[in-house]
C-alpha cells in the first residue's frame, strides 16, 4: 500500500532533480540503496507486476502529496507566448499558451487580457519576447497550470532581460532597499567610528594588517596579519569586517538581510545582500581608514601549530589593498624588490617590504596548514571555472578565460578555513544547544557506488572509503602530461556528482554529533564566520560569537527557529548558486554567438547508443553530441567488455577518399567546434572530423575554479 505524506514543498528550483509539486502529485522512491536511480519504462513495467518475490530494496515504492506545507517556490518562469494551436476552441478566445524556458514548469494558461493588445493578431511580433509569467493554480486534472502575466522583459538572448529573468524565477530580492532600511543605517556622513569603541576593543591600528582580494573586489571582508615574535614563532591575524555592529538585531535592516542572506554574484555586476553604503563603505575594509573588526589572534610556529588563540572585538587599519596578483607577485618573487608602480599605495605608517615579508610568512604557514590538512583526509575537487572579460561601453563579453587558483588564493583559504573551525570549536563550546554550524554530508551512496562500479571498469585504482583517501587517489592515479591532465579533470567532475551541499544547522536540533561533521574538510566542527558583509550565516555567528565573550547577551533563541533561519540560507544559498552557474552560462552562449565558432580539445565524459557527452577543456563546460548531427554513413555502439563504444563512420569528403573511421570511448580526446544555433542562447558542440592536423593546447589556459562553496 503507498504511504501517504504530507510534505514540505521541496523547490524545484533551484534543485534540479525536483519538480513543482501539487496535492495529489504522484511520487515515486526507491529503497535507500536505490535512491537517485533512474526508472526506466521497462522498470515501470516490471514494478506492476506481483512485488511480493522481490527483495526490499529493488521495491520502487509510491506515495501521493497530499498538502503543501510551505511553499518555497516562486512561483515565476520565464518563457515565452503562443496561442493556443486548436483555433475554433473555447480556451483559444480566453487564454494564449505560456511555455515556460525551463522544461520543468508545466506550460501556463494565460488570460488573453493580461497579453499586449495585439498579440492575436501580431503573435509573430512577439515570438523572441521575454515574459515573466506566475502560477496562480494548478488544477489537479489538468497538464496545464493557470497564471497571471507579469512582465514583459525585453528581447530573448538579451543580458539585461535574461538576467533580470533569472534573479525573478530564483526568488532574488533586486529592487531597491526601502527608506526604511536605509534609515537604520548612520545618517551623519562621513561617519568615524564613536570614541567609546576604543575602549571596547583591542586596538591593531598600528599593525601591518592588509587584504587580499580580487583586483574588482569592492566588498572587502577579511584582513589579515602576521608579524614575528621573539622566539621564531609568528603571531598571525584574521580580520573579518564587524557587519553586526551596524545591524541591530530585530531592525528593519536585520529583516531584509535575513531574508536576501546572501549577495548574488552575476557576471556582470552583484546583488548585494546589504546597502551599498555597508558593503563597499562602512563595513568594507578599505585601505587607510579605521575599521570595526571581528578578529582571530593565534600564535603559530612556523609549521603551522597553533601554540595559543584569541577572540576579541578590534579596530584596524589596513595598510593596504593587494589584489591576489600583487600577493602572487610577491610569492613568486620572495627576494625581488617590487617597484612601487606596480604595487597598491601602502599607507606611510608601514613600507611594502614589510608587506611583502608578511606575505611571505603567511604564505609558508599556509602551504605548512594545507599540507596537514591533506594529510589529516581533506578532500579538494577543482573544477574548470570560467572568467570573462567584458566591453566597458557594450558590456557584452569579448573573451574568456579559465580562471587560475594560484598559491595567493591557498593562502587566504588557508586562514579563513583556520579562523571558522576556531570560531565553531568556540561558539559549540559556549553554545552546545544554540550554535549556527556548518556541515557537509558524505556523498550520496547510490551516486558513489555506480562511480566506483564506473572506475572499476575503466581499470582507475581510486580508493573512496573517505574524502582523504579520494583526495589520495586523484594526487596520485594520474601523471602530469597533458592526457593524465584531462583524464584527471574528467574524473574530477564525475566524482563531485554524489557530493551533496554542505549546510547550516543549529547543533541542538541535531542528536548524533557524527551529523556534526564536515566531509570535504574532514573536522567535527565547522561554521562559516569570515564573511559577513555577503553571508547572514555568519552575522548570526558574529553575534553567537560575541555572546560567547561577554559583548552581548544572547537572544533566547529556541533551537527549531534557529535551525528555520539556517534552512533559510540554505535556500538561498543554493539558489544563489544556481543563478550564478545560470549567469556565467548566458555569457558564455552570447560570447560562442558574438565570437564563435569556438574550438577546443574535448574529453569524452560518457557515451551511449546514439550520442556521447564532453567536457570541452578550453571552457569548462560540458555537451552531448549527436551521431545524427553528424555527416556520418553509419554508426555502430557496443561494449568492449564492460566499457561502452561508438565507432563512427564518417563521409568521405571527396569522391577519391575512402570513408574515415573513429572509436569514441570514455577518456578519448576528441576536437570539438563550438556553434551558435538560430534559438537564442543555444549552442551545439560538433565533433571535428579525424585527421585535423594537431590538437590545440587547452593547457595554456587551465587553470582550476572549485567546489569551496559547496565544500567549505
Not at 179 to 196: A, G, H, M, N, Y
Request: net charge negative; proline share 6%; charged share 25%.
Amino acid at each position: 500500500m503507498p504511504r501517504i505524506w504530507a510534505v514540505s514543498e521541496k523547490p524545484s528550483l533551484p534543485c534540479l532533480d525536483c519538480q513543482l509539486l501539487r496535492p495529489n502529485s504522484d511520487i515515486r522512491y526507491l529503497g535507500k540503496e536505490d535512491a537517485g536511480a533512474p526508472v526506466t519504462k521497462d522498470e515501470n513495467t516490471f514494478m506492476s507486476q506481483d512485488t511480493r518475490a522481490l527483495p526490499e530494496k529493488s521495491l520502487q515504492r509510491s506515495a501521493k502529496v497530499v498538502y503543501i506545507l510551505e511553499k518555497k517556490h516562486s512561483r515565476a518562469a520565464t518563457g515565452f507566448l503562443k496561442l493556443l494551436a486548436d483555433k475554433n476552441s473555447e480556451l483559444f478566445r480566453k487564454y494564449a499558451l505560456f511555455s515556460p524556458s525551463d522544461h520543468r514548469v508545466p506550460r501556463i494558461y494565460v488570460p488573453l487580457k493580461d497579453c499586449p493588445q495585439d498579440f492575436v493578431t501580431r503573435p509573430k511580433d512577439y515570438a523572441n519576447t521575454l515574459f515573466i509569467c506566475r502560477i496562480v493554480d494548478w488544477k489537479e486534472d489538468s497538464n496545464f497550470a493557470l497564471g497571471q502575466l507579469a512582465k514583459s522583459l525585453g528581447q530573448a538572448g538579451e543580458i539585461e532581460p535574461e538576467t533580470e529573468g533569472i534573479l525573478t524565477e530564483y526568488g532574488v530580492d533586486f529592487s531597491d532597499f526601502s527608506s526604511e532600511v536605509l534609515e537604520c543605517l548612520p545618517q551623519d556622513l562621513p561617519w568615524t567610528i564613536p570614541p567609546e569603541e576604543f575602549s571596547k576593543r583591542r586596538d591593531l591600528r598600528k599593525d601591518c594588517v592588509f587584504t587580499i582580494d580580487p583586483s574588482t573586489a569592492r566588498d572587502l571582508d577579511d584582513a589579515l596579519s602576521c608579524k614575528p615574535v621573539a622566539d621564531g614563532n609568528f603571531e598571525v591575524g584574521v580580520h573579518i569586517a564587524d557587519v553586526s555592529y551596524f545591524v541591530p538585531e530585530g531592525s528593519s535592516l536585520d529583516k531584509v538581510a535575513a531574508e536576501r542572506a546572501t549577495s548574488v554574484y552575476l557576471v556582470q555586476k552583484v546583488v548585494p545582500m546589504l546597502p551599498r553604503l555597508l558593503c563597499e563603505e562602512l563595513c568594507s575594509l578599505n585601505p587607510m581608514t579605521d575599521k570595526l573588526t571581528f578578529s582571530v589572534i593565534w600564535t603559530l610556529t612556523p609549521k603551522g601549530k597553533i601554540l595559543s588563540e584569541w577572540f576579541g572585538q578590534t579596530v584596524i587599519r589596513s595598510c593596504t589593498k593587494l589584489s591576489y596578483e600583487h600577493a602572487q607577485s610577491m610569492i613568486e618573487g620572495p627576494t625581488r624588490k617590487i617597484p612601487e608602480e606596480e604595487l597598491p599605495p601602502v599607507s606611510p605608517e608601514h613600507t611594502s617590504e614589510e608587506v611583502h615579508r608578511a606575505v611571505l610568512n603567511l604564505h609558508r604557514i599556509a602551504k605548512e596548514l594545507r599540507q596537514q590538512r591533506f594529510v589529516d583526509g581533506a578532500l579538494r575537487l577543482d573544477q574548470l571555472k570560467l572568467a570573462f572579460t567584458l566591453d566597458h561601453e557594450t558590456g557584452l563579453p569579448q573573451g574568456c578565460h579559465i580562471y587560475e587558483y594560484r598559491d595567493s588564493n591557498k593562502l587566504v583559504e588557508e586562514f579563513m578555513l583556520l579562523a571558522n573551525m576556531a570560531v565553531a570549536r568556540k561558539i559549540h563550546c559556549a553554545f552546545p544547544e544554540r550554535a549556527l554550524l556548518r556541515r557537509h554530508p558524505p556523498p550520496q551512496t547510490k551516486m558513489l557506488n555506480d562511480l566506483v562500479e564506473f572506475c572499476d571498469q575503466m581499470g582507475l585504482p581510486m580508493d573512496f572509503s573517505s574524502a582523504g583517501a579520494l583526495n589520495k587517489s586523484l594526487m596520485e592515479t594520474f601523471g602530469d602530461d597533458k592526457y593524465s591532465l584531462a583524464r584527471k579533470e574528467v574524473l574530477t567532475n564525475m566524482c563531485s556528482r554524489p557530493m551533496q551541499m554542505a549546510l547550516y544547522f543549529c547543533s541542538g536540533v541535531l542528536q548524533d554529533q557524527a551529523q556534526f561533521r564536515h566531509y570535504a574538510l574532514n573536522v567535527p566542527l565547522y561554521t562559516h564566520f569570515t564573511s559577513p558583509i555577503r553571508r547572514f550565516a555568519d552575522v548570526l555567528v558574529h553575534r553567537l560569537l560575541a555572546a560567547t565573550l561577554g559583548y552581548r547577551e544572547l537572544q533566547d533563541v529556541e533551537p527549531e527557529a534557529l535551525q528555520k533561519q539556517a534552512d533559510h540560507c540554505n535556500d538561498r544559498r543554493m539558489a544563489s548558486k544556481r543563478v550564478q552557474e545560470l549567469s556565467t552560462s548566458l555569457f558564455f552562449a552570447i560570447l560562442v554567438k558574438e565570437s564563435g565558432p569556438l574550438e577546443s580539445e574535448a574529453m569524452v565524459m560518457g557515451v551511449l547508443s546514439q550520442a556521447f557527452d564532453v567536457l570541452v577543456l578550453r571552457y569548462g563546460v560540458q555537451k552531448r553530441i549527436y551521431c545524427n548531427a553528424l555527416p556520418l554513413q553509419s554508426y555502430r555502439f557496443q561494449k568492449v567488455g564492460k566499457k561502452p563504444e561508438l565507432t563512427l563512420v564518417w563521409e568521405p569528403e571527396d569522391a577519391e577518399q575512402g570513408p574515415a573511421q573513429q572509436v569514441v570511448s570514455i577518456f578519448s580526446l576528441v576536437e570539438v567546434v563550438l556553434r551558435a544555433e538560430a534559438t537564442a542562447l543555444k549552442y551545439s558542440a560538433i565533433l571535428k572530423r579525424p585527421g585535423t592536423e594537431g590538437l590545440l593546447d587547452w593547457q595554456d589556459e587551465q587553470g582550476g575554479g572549485d567546489l569551496a562553496e559547496e565544500q567549505d
